[in-house]
């Protein structure tokens, strides 16, 4: 079976989507929301760079000296990638709660104005 384009299309419209929400929306969480679309279509990019059709796991060992294999370095990335999004996440929704207390809003635009 070959999945063609399709994860390509599928990764373009998460980071499409996800810039949207990071330039066009004002609350917080959802310019965390729209980091997180990001990260996850670049990663699916990463991962569909790697896959091969009718390719196996790299840490098959017994595999047939024609078989075929994915590349492992694109799923360390992606690992690397999640490890690292997760991270930026934790560390963004913590701003956005401490913004929320000392503020009471979680409105861009409000917190600006009130510089304090």
Known sequence: MNIGNLPFVVAALLVLFGLYT???????IKLVIGITL??????????TL??????ISPIYTFAPEAQKMVLPTPQALTLT???????????LLSFAVFIHRHY????????KELKG
Request: proline residues 0%; positive net charge; charged residues 20%.
């Open 38 to 47: 990001i990260e996850t279509g670049v990663n699916l990019f990463l991962v």
């Open 104 to 111: 009471g809003t979680l409105d861009v635009r409000k917190v």
């Open 22 to 28: 990071f330039l066009f929306k004002r609350n917080l």
């Open 50 to 55: 790697g896959y091969r059709t009718d390719g």
């Open 81 to 91: 990638s999640i490890v690292i999004g997760l991270a930026t996440t934790a560390l």
